[in-house]
Structures are given as structure tokens and as C-alpha cells.
């Protein structure tokens, strides 16, 4: 059997009550998009291009930094041309890509973020050891193992789609596609596809996270232990970032998933906005902590800038 590929396509929703004011709606979100593509594209061309920035804890931000760049370059085309000359059509082959993009994407994410505090973890608690440790193959296998989980497991539930049948309405309740949209317009069985990601994303989303804290508790006893008080400032400092990067990527989601899972008499509008702020806020805000908090970060920006040469 051919997947359902022929039949008529999906209908993308911008701001429904709201389609008069779209173009303007468009300003915000086009100057964020902007604002992503360039602060996460200036991150990763210091750290090609600075070597004091080849470090493992660099190699694990440059990863964040693309992955943010792939979510905001996966979900633009389709937001802006709702937004801008109100194209809503998407085909059935293209929605299928983009959600199976969108979702593996934050599911990388989210080992990233995992991957950067096993580095916070080595260097504190390992501080001798830490070169010997996080060597660049094992960083590079880390990143490799972090993008294959999230892309191959977001296949199961991806590829049934291609053969559903589709005979409810095919509007959207987005300006993107994403899995639990589409699967709510088919005619089948979708006993697989609701039942699957509430387990992956416990064994992602929800792991992660208790990883993550894990580790920053342990992190935490080794600075309790150092003596100096001024050394467990500055040591801890060197984990605000991620912090900061952590809170607001796991508090999006939940927040997210408390509005699908308890929300249903919310106005559609604050679903939407939910989503766009999970979609669009951590890859704004990441480049910006990152700048401030992080003095070598904040050192290769004013050389880039001010047009100096490093040594």
C-alpha cells in the first residue's frame, strides 16, 4: 500500500479572530526570528573561529546553538507566510517533515542540555581529569549519541502519518506542524501514535531533567566542600549559564504541557502563544545568557566586533 500522500492538503492556522492584525502580529515574531538566527549564528562562528573557545564545554554550546538555529529555521517559512501573504496550504509529505523536524529537534535539545551538565559535573568534580575525560572523540561521540536518539526516535510514531487516512477536517491548529495535530485528523487507529510519545517523552524529556538535577546536587556537595568562599562563588559561577538555559527550556515545556494536558477551556489563543514561546523563547534567550554570563563568550564578541586581531 502507497502512503496517503495524494489527498487534499493540511490547513496551517495563524492567529484565528485575529487575521486583520496578522502583518502586524508579523513584526514581533520576524524580529525574533532575526534576532535568533543571528545571536545563535554569531555563537557558532566565535567558537569555529576562536581556539580559545575549542573546549569541550564550547563544543557542547555550539551544539545548542545549531539545534536552535535548525528549530527556528524549521518553523519560519511556514509562520511567516501565514503571517505575511496568508499561505496556509501545506502539503501532507512537507507537515510530516517538518513535525518529524520539530520534535526530534527538542528532543536533541534536551541531551544537549544533558551533555553540558555532564561537562559542568566533570569539571568540577574532576577538575584534574577533566582533559583526559572529555577528549574531542568522546565529545564527539556524546554529540553523535545525543542527535541519534533524538532523530531516530521520533520515527515510530512519524511514519505512520504517511498512510493514515484523512477524512476529518484538515485544519490545523498551528502555523507548523506538529505530531498530536496531525494525528487527531486521522480515521484510523491512533491507540500507537497517543500512547508512544507520553512514554518517550518520559524517557526523555522527564529523565533528563532528573539527570540533570542529579548532577547539580552532586555539584553542588563539591563546592559545599571547598573552603574558600570566595572559590565556591567562582566555581559556581561557571554553572549559571546552564542553569539559566535549563530552567527556561524544561519551564517552556512544562508550562506547554500543562496548557495541552489541563487547559481545555483556555482560550485557542493562549495554546498557540504557549506554543510559540516554547518554540521561539529558549533559542532567543540561550545566545543572550550565554553573552552575558560568560566572559570568554562576552572577550571574542568585542574582538569580532571592534575589529581586532586575537593573539
Not at 5 to 15: N, Q
Request: proline fraction near 5%; charged fraction near 10%.
Amino acid at each position: 500500500m502507497w502512503p496517503n500522500i495524494s489527498a487534499s492538503p493540511f490547513l496551517l492556522t495563524g492567529f484565528p479572530g485575529l487575521e486583520t492584525a496578522h502583518h502586524w502580529i508579523s513584526i514581533p515574531f520576524f524580529a525574533v526570528y532575526v534576532s535568533v538566527l543571528s545571536g545563535n549564528g554569531i555563537l557558532l562562528y566565535l567558537i569555529k573561529d576562536d581556539h580559545t573557545l575549542h573546549e569541550p564545554m564550547y563544543y557542547f554550546l555550539a551544539m545548542l546553538a545549531g539545534t536552535d538555529l535548525m528549530v527556528t529555521l524549521t518553523t519560519m517559512p511556514t509562520v511567516m507566510g501565514v503571517l505575511w501573504v496568508n499561505h496556509r496550504e501545506i502539503s501532507h509529505g512537507a507537515c510530516f517533515l517538518q513535525a518529524y523536524c520539530i520534535h526530534s529537534l527538542s528532543i536533541v535539545e534536551s541531551g544537549v542540555l544533558l551533555a553540558m551538565a555532564f561537562d559542568r559535573f566533570i569539571a568540577i568534580r574532576y577538575p584534574l581529569s577533566y582533559n583526559s575525560i572529555l577528549i574531542n572523540s568522546r565529545v564527539m561521540k556524546i554529540g553523535l549519541g545525543v542527535l541519534m536518539r533524538g532523530f531516530v526516535s521520533i520515527v515510530p510514531p512519524i511514519l505512520p502519518l504517511y498512510w493514515f487516512p484523512y477524512c476529518h477536517s484538515h485544519v490545523l491548529s498551528h502555523a507548523f506542524c506538529l505530531h498530536q495535530d496531525v494525528m487527531k485528523l486521522a480515521c484510523a487507529d491512533i491507540t500507537f501514535n497517543r500512547i508512544y510519545p507520553v512514554i518517550l517523552v518520559a524517557l526523555t524529556f522527564f529523565l533528563d531533567a532528573m539527570i540533570i538535577l542529579f548532577s547539580y546536587i552532586l555539584i553542588l556537595k563539591t563546592v559545599l566542600g571547598i573552603a574558600s568562599a570566595e572559590e565556591r562563588a567562582k566555581t559556581l559561577n561557571t554553572c549559571v549559564s546552564h542553569i539559566s538555559c535549563v530552567l527556561i527550556f524544561y519551564i517552556t515545556v512544562i508550562g506547554l504541557t500543562f496548557i495541552h494536558r489541563f487547559g481545555k477551556h483556555a482560550p485557542h489563543v493562549v495554546h498557540i502563544t504557549m506554543s510559540y514561546v516554547y518554540f521561539l523563547f529558549p533559542p532567543f534567550m540561550n545566545p543572550i545568557i550565554y553573552s552575558i554570563k560568560t566572559k570568554q563568550i562576552q572577550r571574542s564578541i568585542i574582538h569580532l566586533f571592534s575589529g581586532h586581531s586575537r593573539a
